[in-house]
């Protein structure tokens, strides 16, 4: 019998603890049984109704459950209609949720950047791990080549692109989720040459800013934006994957989500 308490333990005894982290089981008892694991990005409604019809008493979410990073129960919306009734499901239906974001981003390699590059089947043409990117050397193609590529492999309908889709790319660095802020990108195409930056997200006015007037000043740069779930899918999926290895006898689903944005 494997409790939830020690699913928790072994997902967190790779990594020296961490002080302050919001990786903490947020509902349930930590002696309870696990009769099956759900491992999502997002413990959405819609993901929470689904493991309770596929008798997973234990999600598994990367991003926090209630529309904040902390998940504070003394935020400000605790009293909204929405959250009280989120809330009272996962308690009725006796589910656990453990927030798995922290420890699994401190993995070496990083394991959201793990899924996201064995996605885009770059496995072999990583040449540098950074703390908070890897970069990525492939045979030149063409910016529109390379785009169609990630939908391809990762299954977007749309990206946003900034740069010549005619340009040539070679040197790419890859920053999974939240991570596209000037201060972690802009350094990178100046010290490591690159000619592409891939993110999930980050501030619009900063990256995006950077690469306008890059381009406009006649040098070889461009970005491509994600989505912040687009780019941390894929390491949740590996997460079942690696789960499902560990604990055989346990049912482990992976419940994606569906884009939150939808483009008119």
Known sequence: MIKIHQVIDELMAPIHPIVGSVDTLKFG????EV???AVTFMATQEVLEQSVELGANLIITHEGTFF?????????????PIYMAKSRFIEENGLAIYRFHDYWHRYKPDGVMEGLIRALAWEDYVTEQLPIATLITIEPMKLEQVTQHIKEKLGIHYLRISGDLSMNCSRIGLLAGYRGAGENAIPLFAKHQ???????????????????DAVYMG??????????SESEQPGMMLLADRLRKKYPSIPVHYMPVDPVFKVM
């Not at 008892?29 to 309870?32: A, K, Q, R, S, V």
């Not at 902390?70 to 605790?78: A, L, N, R, T």
């Not at 040098?219 to 912040?228: C, S």
């Open 35 to 37: 009769k099956g694991i």
């Open 194 to 212: 690159l000619d592409l930056i891939l993110y999930g997200e980050g501030p619009e006015w900063e990256t995006p800013e950077y690469v306008r």
């Open 29 to 32: 008892n930590p002696l309870t």
């Open 219 to 228: 040098r070889h740069h461009a970005l491509v934006v994600l989505g912040h």
């Open 68 to 80: 904040s990073h902390h998940d504070s129960k003394e935020s400000s919306y605790i009293h909204d």
